[in-house]
């Protein structure tokens, strides 16, 4: 049996509002839809963890810098509930536009230091649009607990900021990444790719790895990524927006992994932006 979906705000806070009378526990699980293993891992961490959980499903227009991307990003709502079904979630909240930024919306919530390397780089304004987003969904739904994956580990790191930051009362869990077979880490854009393109995106997780290997040997990130990006132009990869080794506190560029650290990548394949991301202990 699918959960109920609700699309307005002032019906979340009841189900909010009845729950909190009951004394139970809530949970969220912030997504833009297009469910996969991945997803529905947080959901089961979602689940063990907490009374009630609440999937929020928000293609969210401020974090996309390109219109195509957002023009292109996989719609499936019928699908997610089918998914999500098996999980016994007690509400999907897929709110309309309105409900998250009504007219005349104009406030933008910002997180400094974190957001102007990586994607943040690239992407400007993204995670402007996350961040805003993100409390939103803290706002609307209440929630005790949030749930993330590492695969989007920088957004992770700001949001952890921004409740900090801000005093939100709520708890961010993080998740480990999900990989296909392959190794690819599972993305709602691997929609969008050929059946070759899968085996090629496939071959990005045994670089990272092979790069951490000779990093736990002292060896300096800088020769090791300029070999590593020659690999993946050979792998068929296009543009790369970045191959970083970076602090997993701060997200500081390293060159070698003084501190707990995170290899870093985001590359172009077949006209998806895929990333990635593994840690790397300190030597």
Same mark, same amino acid.
């Given at each position: ?31 833009? !839809? +297009?469910?996969?293993? &991945?997803?529905? =891992? ?20 401020? #974090?996309? $810098?390109?219109?195509? /991307? ?6 499936? %709502? ?9 999980? *016994? ?30 994607? &943040? ?7 402007? *649009?996350?961040?805003?987003?993100? =409390?939103?969904? @803290?706002?609307?739904? *209440? ?5 993330? &994956?590492?695969?989007?580990? #920088? #957004? ?25 077979? =392959? !190794?690819?880490?599972? =993305? ?6 050929? %059946?070759? !393109?899968?085996? $090629? ?15 736990? #040997? ?14 993946? +132009?050979?792998? &068929? @990869? ?11 506190? /701060?997200? !500081?560029?390293? /060159? ?7 290899? @870093? ?5 077949? *006209? ?12």
């Amino acid at each position: 049996m699918t959960a109920p979906i609700y699309r307005k705000l002032a019906d979340m806070r009841a189900l909010n509002a009845g729950w909190r009378r009951a004394g139970e526990t809530i949970a969220v699980v912030p997504t833009m !839809g +297009a469910l996969h293993a &991945g997803h529905l =891992s947080l959901v089961q961490a979602a689940k063990a963890a907490c009374d009630r959980v609440v999937v929020w499903i928000f293609v969210n227009p401020k #974090q996309f $810098n390109n219109p195509d /991307d957002l023009r292109t990003y996989p719609r499936t %709502e019928h699908d997610d509930a089918v998914k999500l079904a098996p999980y *016994g979630v007690d509400a999907i909240y897929v709110p309309d536009v309105d409900q998250v930024y009504p007219d005349g919306f104009s406030t933008t919530v910002s997180v400094s230091g974190l957001t102007d390397v990586l994607c &943040g780089a690239s992407r400007p304004g993204h995670f402007d *649009g996350v961040a805003t987003v993100v =409390s939103k969904i @803290f706002l609307q739904t *209440g929630a005790d607990q949030a749930f993330f &994956g590492e695969k989007d580990f #920088q #957004q992770l790191q700001v949001v952890r900021r921004l409740v900090r930051d801000l005093d939100i009362p709520i708890t961010v869990t993080a998740c480990p990444t999900v990989r296909e077979v =392959s !190794g690819l880490a599972m =993305s709602s854009r691997n929609l969008r790719l050929s %059946e070759q !393109g899968l085996v $090629n995106a496939a071959k990005l997780y045994p670089i990272l790895q092979d790069i951490a290997v000779e990093l736990a #040997q002292d060896t300096r990130f800088a020769p090791l990524a300029e070999r590593a990006r020659l690999r993946l +132009a050979e792998a &068929g @990869f296009g543009q790369i927006d970045y191959l970083d080794l970076r602090a997993e506190d /701060d997200l !500081g560029a390293l /060159d070698h992994p003084s501190r707990a650290a995170r290899l @870093f990548a985001a590359a172009h394949l077949e *006209g998806v932006r895929l990333i990635d991301n593994i840690p790397v202990p300190a030597v």
